[in-house]
């Protein structure tokens, strides 16, 4: 639990302390010989103490609010000394002292230090000067440097307990996203070993039951399986149960079929995402492509990209193009039977389409391939 001190009763109790002060120097006129620089004195005193009470959302007070205060403690105790006898009882027409002290004080208190101690320091030197060694005591010097050098430890010591506090968050908030980055893993872990064991154990059941002596058949099951659990990794989102089926009912009909989840749909909402798997569990339904290649677009309008592609009808090539080397080299690529871009928003339209030939189909690495 954190306590905090309000703002305003900090500066009240710093004004009504400094107030006091001149409080103190008014009651005292009639012992000067000439009150009017002390009343400037006492004026001066009143600005620059406003000066550096004065709200303001930095904690560190303005140099040249600090140089301010610094000259008024210069000159304050030289222009009311000179109105007192040092020899004499002076009483509380020294309240320069204390009041030069009580400034400094907050000088100090708002991350000016040097600026304090050398107010201070002045005026210390200034008193002895004046009146004497023996009249540290009176005048009151060593209360007032004693309180700047117990503001300047307090200020210096809350200043590094705040800068540790803060070190201290920070450290939290990262062990608190390391441990969320671990339990993200090992849950993602566990669902993919619970998605392997549920996809795989029934065929390694069998390979147990028949001490690895699988039929044909048996053996390209256990291939579509494989393709099933790779899908798992590296399709990550763009599955869900209907989509696992169409797959997997596509790769027994014959066709390879390659997942990619790059990352494109991690920020899709749930509705948005079944929309998603709906529209390409449909467009995997109806596709009678020998070749399906599924990835994920970063950005853009559309979420997943689909391309079918399909082996050439070399009866109907021959017809149209005529038999000769251009036309056998070109019958070597495949068909686009189906080019399909799934919108991220349910608002916009999906593109799609059936391209009748296909330039070049190619991109940075084996699995990715844009039609040109």
């Not at 005048?139 to 809350?158: D, E, P």
Request: with cysteine; glycine share 8%; hydrophobic share 45%.
């Amino acid at each position: 639990m954190r306590i905090t001190v309000p703002r305003w009763l900090i500066v009240s109790l710093a004004a009504v302390f400094s107030g006091y002060h001149l409080v103190l120097g008014a009651v005292s006129l009639g012992q000067v010989a000439d009150p009017v620089p002390v009343v400037a004195c006492m004026l001066a005193y009143a600005v620059v103490t406003a000066v550096v009470l004065w709200p303001s959302r930095q904690p560190v007070l303005p140099v040249w609010a600090a140089a301010f205060a610094l000259a008024v403690s210069i000159v304050v105790p030289l222009v009311v000394t000179r109105v007192l006898d040092p020899e004499a009882e002076n009483g509380y027409a020294t309240w320069y002292v204390a009041a030069v002290g009580t400034l400094m004080v907050i000088v100090s208190t708002r991350r000016r230090q040097g600026f304090a101690w050398l107010g201070v320091g002045f005026m210390a030197v200034q008193g002895v000067a004046w009146a004497g060694v023996s009249q540290i005591a009176d005048l009151g010097i060593v209360g007032s440097v004693s309180w700047v050098a117990f503001s300047h430890a307090i200020s210096s010591t809350l200043t590094r307990a705040g800068r540790e506090t803060r070190e201290f968050i920070l450290a939290e908030h990262e062990a608190a996203d390391w441990q969320a980055a671990q339990e993200a893993h090992v849950n993602e872990r566990q669902y993919r070993l619970l998605q392997t064991g549920r996809t795989a154990r029934p065929m390694l059941q069998a390979i147990v039951s028949q001490s690895g002596d699988l039929s044909p058949e048996q053996r390209q099951e256990s291939l579509h399986l494989e393709g099933a659990i790779r899908d798992e990794i590296r399709g990550r989102r763009l599955l869900d149960d209907q989509v696992r089926r169409e797959v997997m009912a596509a790769r027994r009909r014959g066709a390879e079929v390659s997942l990619l989840d790059e990352g494109g749909i991690d920020d899709v909402p749930d509705d948005e995402l079944r929309r998603i798997h709906e529209a390409l569990a449909a467009a995997l339904h109806g596709s009678r492509a020998d070749k399906l290649i599924i990835r994920t677009v970063a950005g853009g309008d559309h979420a997943v990209s689909v391309v079918g592609l399909g082996s050439p009808d070399l009866s109907s090539s021959a017809l149209g193009r005529g038999v000769s080397a251009e036309a056998d080299e070109d019958d070597d690529d495949d068909e686009v039977l189906l080019w399909l871009q799934i919108p991220r928003r349910a608002g916009d339209s999906a593109d799609q389409g059936r391209v009748d030939d296909l330039d070049d189909l190619e991109d940075q690495d084996e699995d990715r391939r844009v039609v040109r």
